[in-house]
């Protein structure tokens, strides 16, 4: 992007140069429509992909015995953190009326972040679509059996590769090699040595890179297209992913339920979301407006020097504006969210399903990072805790967006739920290092 672009979107985009100068912004999407449709995704793909799962839960109970006590299913719990509340309340000097849950993502079973849904979804989807086509194995069995030696051999045959910046690789690298497969791992700078470590150690490959996500991203495609037996996980475009992230949505309505947490006109729901390429986020954002239509308000949050989403949203350029093109380094502590332009695909489809999306500092994440440790005893990767800002950011930035909505009156019986993407994998010295940090 030439300066002369630069200037002109400047001019017709205040905020950007507030994005720009890596302010702490709110952003409001006046596009946000209470009954939003998409042409580009349906909900039967989400259908599909929890009936996937289903079909796999006898084998993942066998493979990852810690899914014994949820019968198979990969979820995560909900928490109320009053603790957390107030220490943000004292700490910032913000008032957040309502209260306060964290969706436990950190803690999801097999790879420890909300990858563990997107990710280990595509991966057995591929895995089914293989051995379906063999032959060998029939929608109506116990899909146990992909555990013994002989499928094992069968997928060893097979290749995945992926582009990430960490998690997404963990967890298809874990779920990928469980299975049998060949799994190639292109990791961008940003990429976290324990994360890579960790892959080795399970036998996948792994290639680094000294430049950003994009880039790795870019290279595993154009090495996969060479090769017919490999498959790409293609996180910037990928359907699938998406899918697997969108099935947490109907778990959630049930889990609102079981613990009397109402969501309607009188009762909003406010959810936060870390953002990265989008897709994580972009999933269950697509699946919690279906289910909870009008009364469900959804805000990204990402870093101040990698805001990919918010200013594509806001110019409505999607992927074709990229932090680096007004002048942020997309350089942050926040690993899984190191992301410099979006996914075009989910970019465009949350065009009107989201309600803004808010820019937090790596400071405040770590300050963060400490206060929930100390006070709610909750370890999160510092990405995860971009999502604890949400309610004040909301409430010092958004008043706007409440009185249109007419929440204002509503507000005190609020929920708002922070997303909390990941962390339970972290070393104890990596998280003794993170906590110096506050
Ligand atoms: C991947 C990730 C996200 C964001 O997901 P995207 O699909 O990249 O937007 C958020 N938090 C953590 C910890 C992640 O690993």
Same mark, same amino acid.
């Given at each position: 992007?030439?300066? =002369?672009? *630069?200037?002109?979107?400047?001019?017709?985009?205040?905020?950007? $140069?507030? &994005?720009?100068? *890596?302010? !702490?912004?709110?952003?409001?999407?006046?596009?946000? @429509?209470?009954?939003?449709? !998409?042409?580009?995704?349906?909900?039967?793909?989400?259908? %599909?992909?929890?009936?996937?799962?289903?079909?796999?839960?006898?084998?993942?109970?066998?493979?990852?015995?810690?899914?014994?006590?949820?019968?198979?299913?990969?979820?995560?719990?909900?928490?109320?953190?009053?603790?957390?509340?107030? #220490? @943000?309340?004292?700490?910032?000097?913000?008032?957040?009326?309502? *209260?306060? @849950?964290?969706?436990?993502?950190?803690?999801?079973?097999?790879?420890?972040?909300?990858?563990?849904?997107?990710?280990?979804?595509?991966?057995?989807? +591929?895995?089914?679509?293989?051995?379906?086509?063999?032959?060998?194995? $029939?929608?109506?069995?116990?899909?146990?059996? @992909?555990?013994?030696?002989?499928?094992?051999?069968?997928?060893?045959?097979?290749?995945?590769?992926?582009?990430?910046?960490? =998690?997404?690789?963990?967890?298809?690298?874990?779920?990928?090699?469980?299975?049998?497969?060949?799994?190639?791992?292109?990791? /961008?700078?940003?990429?976290?040595?324990?994360?890579?470590?960790?892959?080795?150690?399970?036998?996948?490959?792994?290639?680094?890179?000294?430049?950003?996500? /994009?880039?790795?991203?870019?290279?595993?495609?154009?090495?996969?297209?060479?090769?017919?037996?490999?498959?790409?996980?293609?996180? %910037? =475009?990928? $359907?699938?992913?998406?899918?697997?992230?969108?099935?947490?949505?109907?778990?959630?309505?049930?889990?609102?339920?079981?613990?009397?947490?109402?969501?309607?006109?009188?009762?909003?729901?406010?959810?936060?979301?870390?953002?990265?390429?989008?897709?994580?986020?972009?999933? &269950?954002?697509?699946?919690?407006?279906?289910?909870?239509?009008?009364?469900?308000?959804?805000?990204?949050?990402?870093?101040? #020097?990698?805001?990919?989403?918010?200013?594509?949203?806001?110019?409505?350029?999607?992927?074709?504006?990229?932090?680096?093109?007004?002048?942020?380094?997309?350089?942050?502590?926040?690993?899984?969210?190191?992301?410099?332009?979006?996914?075009?695909?989910?970019? $465009?489809?949350?065009? +009107?399903?989201?309600?803004?999306?808010?820019?937090?500092?790596? *400071?405040?994440?770590? !300050?963060?990072?400490?206060?929930?440790?100390?006070?709610?005893?909750?370890?999160?990767?510092?990405?995860? +805790?971009?999502?604890?800002?949400?309610?004040?950011?909301?409430?010092?930035?958004?008043?706007?967006?409440?009185?249109?909505?007419?929440?204002?009156? +509503?507000?005190?019986?609020?929920?708002?739920?922070?997303?909390?993407?990941?962390?339970?994998?972290?070393? /104890?010295?990596?998280? !003794?290092?993170?906590?110096?940090?506050?």
């Amino acid at each position: 992007m030439n300066s =002369n672009d *630069q200037h002109e979107l400047f001019q017709q985009f205040p905020q950007l $140069k507030e &994005v720009a100068n *890596q302010h !702490t912004v709110l952003w409001e999407n006046t596009n946000w @429509l209470a009954k939003p449709t !998409t042409s580009l995704f349906s909900l039967q793909e989400v259908e %599909e992909a929890q009936e996937t799962l289903l079909r796999f839960s006898s084998y993942l109970k066998v493979t990852f015995p810690e899914l014994m006590k949820s019968d198979g299913l990969i979820e995560s719990s909900i928490k109320s953190i009053p603790a957390m509340k107030q #220490a @943000l309340e004292e700490v910032f000097g913000v008032t957040i009326p309502g *209260q306060l @849950l964290v969706k436990c993502d950190h803690a999801l079973p097999i790879s420890g972040s909300i990858k563990a849904r997107g990710g280990v979804y595509e991966v057995l989807k +591929h895995a089914e679509r293989l051995a379906l086509a063999s032959g060998k194995l $029939k929608e109506e069995d116990n899909y146990a059996v @992909l555990a013994t030696e002989e499928w094992q051999t069968f997928f060893q045959q097979y290749t995945i590769a992926v582009g990430s910046t960490g =998690n997404l690789g963990l967890s298809i690298g874990i779920m990928g090699k469980k299975l049998g497969f060949n799994v190639v791992v292109h990791m /961008s700078s940003d990429a976290k040595e324990w994360k890579k470590a960790m892959l080795r150690e399970k036998g996948a490959t792994v290639i680094e890179y000294q430049a950003d996500y /994009s880039v790795a991203v870019e290279q595993g495609r154009q090495e996969a297209v060479q090769d017919p037996m490999c498959h790409f996980i293609d996180d %910037e =475009n990928s $359907k699938d992913l998406f899918a697997g992230y969108a099935v947490a949505a109907k778990r959630l309505k049930d889990q609102l339920e079981e613990a009397d947490i109402a969501v309607d006109k009188a009762h909003p729901l406010f959810v936060y979301l870390p953002c990265g390429v989008g897709g994580g986020p972009g999933g &269950v954002a697509y699946g919690l407006r279906e289910l909870f239509g009008e009364h469900v308000h959804i805000f990204f949050a990402e870093p101040v #020097a990698s805001p990919c989403m918010t200013i594509g949203l806001m110019t409505g350029l999607h992927d074709a504006i990229s932090v680096e093109d007004i002048g942020l380094n997309n350089k942050t502590e926040a690993d899984g969210l190191a992301v410099g332009r979006a996914s075009k695909f989910v970019g $465009k489809v949350m065009e +009107h399903y989201i309600s803004g999306c808010y820019t937090v500092t790596d *400071q405040e994440l770590f !300050t963060s990072l400490s206060l929930a440790m100390e006070r709610e005893g909750l370890f999160l990767e510092p990405s995860a +805790h971009a999502g604890m800002f949400g309610a004040s950011r909301l409430w010092q930035k958004g008043q706007s967006y409440l009185e249109k909505h007419s929440l204002v009156n +509503h507000m005190d019986q609020a929920t708002h739920l922070v997303w909390a993407t990941g962390g339970s994998m972290v070393p /104890s010295a990596m998280r !003794t290092a993170y906590l110096a940090k506050r």
